[in-house]
């Protein structure tokens, strides 16, 4: 390796396709470099000093000047394990390949479409309709299986995954919501066990969701223990993202308390724990931060090997059970048709009142008569429909059968204060991810099209919040590493040709909360394993299925 950080160049050699004169940035940290990237069969094959670039040759060259050559952005916390079993997902997932991301990380939050027990599968079909574009056929039950599915319809782009700790207790347990009994234990350590034996990455949960949310830290731990021993990593839908929440009972900030749960699941496993999407839910929230971040460190500094994740945004999306107590979750839709647990649920309610009315903005409502309301935020519904905020939000969930899905704002800040949101960005246990339910219905949410822009353009050359190559390292290397996924996350010879080029001077997300369909700008060229999905600024992907199944490196 030269000083330079190019490969010396022994002998002439011919590649498929050589990218000139652009600058690289490796996504280690390392400051850039000038240097031509040489490609051949679907993998990096040279990086080229200036001085050797007369010396190769190949059949196609790239013009990069001005840009930058960076790896494929990684999301490492996505829900699209649920859109790619469907023939024309690279359709629905176009903005992701837009905006240079080239793979992802599925089945977070506890719901995997892998492994499941086949006799488990429908109840399945109704856990993930949130995230799904469509119902699919199950052709598969375990993570090898759903693998091979995906091989032989092809992939828009690479695909690693998560085993749902959520999945998994529902298949083996159903709707119980007790605790499970030791041969139940033991048939959901099993299925981990497969699962990572499979390729899988880890074992995710989603402790704001049913059934993550009645699951004690025992159960959570006996299940991360397997994991851990093949080596894969446990990712986290902490309890709690608000300094009050219905799981704890303490004047300590509830997010500090979810923190600290997990931490100690992840210290009793002896497992890496990843923290999905750290957000600071509502003002008071955002003022504990600090105290939040220092509680990582803290864990960090004990031998906890505990990192988290974020999404550049003020708002996210999810479920419109999600503020639903935990009480509710098993018979929400009973409760939703009898008037006494509609009073119930209303007058619980009531302290968030405000909260629904200003912060919460409907996405997709299921009823296609309901469409018209889709992309309004709840205190405008209820001006729609001639009701309270609440009893907005009570018709919705109840007219959509519980499956609309929402976003939700004041997320780490607002237009006026990102303290929060800028201090988790910032921080270097911090990876960057996009966290979207990304479907061809609904109102969408701006970060399925402008992520990784809205970080390269806004937050490192506008705010100068990040250095550059600190940000790269973040969206790729750093993930690729902390998620298991050899042979990526690198522009490095012999590496997985997954490469997007970018103008550092123009890159931005064009997207917002109103308008959230708008492409990026400054994204150039996008390539999923050599093959072009972008190209000169300009969609090419179209019926290009050039991805590839990942497994735990």
């Not at 991301?101 to 309709?129: H, I, Y």
């Not at 123009?506 to 909360?513: E, F, L, N, R």
Request: charged letters at 20%; aromatic letters at 8%.
């Amino acid at each position: 390796m030269r000083g330079d950080g190019a490969d010396r160049i022994i002998a002439s050699m011919d590649y498929d396709l050589i990218i000139r004169g652009g600058t690289v940035v490796d996504g280690s940290g390392a400051p850039r470099v000038r240097a031509d990237v040489a490609l051949k069969d679907k993998k990096i094959a040279a990086i080229v000093a200036p001085s050797d670039a007369s010396s190769v040759t190949a059949s196609r060259e790239i013009d990069a000047t001005g840009l930058v050559i960076a790896p494929g952005f990684i999301d490492l916390h996505s829900h699209s394990d649920w859109v790619v079993p469907t023939p024309d997902h690279g359709e629905i997932l176009k903005p992701f390949l837009m905006q240079g991301v080239t793979t992802f990380v599925g089945g977070n939050c506890g719901f995997s479409t892998a492994p499941v027990k086949r006799e488990r599968q429908r109840m399945l079909d109704e856990s993930g309709r949130l995230c799904a574009e469509r119902k699919f056929d199950w052709s598969w039950d375990d993570v090898a299986g759903f693998a091979n599915t995906l091989r032989s319809q092809g992939l828009a782009l690479n695909v690693a995954h998560l085993a749902g700790h959520g999945s998994i207790r529902l298949s083996v347990m159903g709707a119980d919501a007790g605790e499970p009994s030791p041969d139940q234990l033991r048939e959901m350590q099993a299925m981990v066990e497969r699962a990572m034996a499979d390729g899988a990455v880890g074992l995710s949960t989603g402790l704001g969701y049913f059934p993550g949310m009645i699951a004690k830290p025992a159960e959570l731990a006996s299940l991360a223990r397997v994991a851990a021993a093949a080596n894969g990593v446990l990712t986290s839908h902490l309890r709690a993202y608000s300094v009050r929440s219905l799981f704890f009972d303490s004047r300590v900030p509830h997010n500090i308390l979810a923190v600290r749960e997990m931490a100690n699941v992840a210290r009793e496993a002896g497992v890496p724990l990843q923290v999905s999407h750290l957000i600071f839910v509502g003002r008071r929230t955002w003022e504990t931060v600090d105290e939040t971040l220092a509680e990582i460190e803290r864990h960090r500094n004990d031998g906890v090997d505990i990192a988290f994740d974020t999404f550049p945004y003020t708002c996210g999306n999810t479920t419109i059970r999600i503020i639903f107590p935990a009480w509710s979750q098993t018979g929400l839709e009973g409760l939703l048709d009898s008037k006494d647990g509609w009073a119930k649920l209303k007058e619980g309610f009531r302290p968030l009142g405000a909260f629904i009315a200003e912060s919460i903005q409907l996405m997709w409502a299921v009823k296609p008569e309901l469409k018209y309301l889709e992309g309004k935020f709840f205190g405008q519904i209820a001006e729609e429909l001639k009701v309270d905020p609440i009893e907005a939000y009570l018709t919705i969930a109840r007219e959509s059968e519980t499956r609309g899905r929402v976003l939700i704002h004041l997320y780490s800040g607002d237009d006026a204060d990102e303290h929060a949101l800028q201090a988790a960005m910032s921080h270097p246990l911090n990876m960057f991810e996009m966290d979207t339910i990304l479907t061809s219905h609904g109102h969408h949410n701006p970060a399925s099209f402008g992520t990784y822009p809205r970080i390269l353009g806004h937050y490192v050359r506008e705010l100068k919040l990040l250095t550059l190559e600190d940000a790269i390292h973040k969206a790729t290397g750093m993930a690729a590493q902390r998620m298991r996924l050899g042979g990526r996350g690198f522009v490095r010879p012999g590496y997985g040709a997954d490469l997007v080029l970018f103008n550092p001077e123009t890159i931005a997300c064009t997207a917002d909360a109103t308008t959230p369909t708008t492409n990026p700008v400054g994204i150039e060229h996008v390539m999923v394993n050599g093959t072009a999905v972008v190209a000169d600024g300009k969609w090419c992907g179209d019926r290009v299925m050039a991805g590839q199944w990942i497994s735990r490196g």
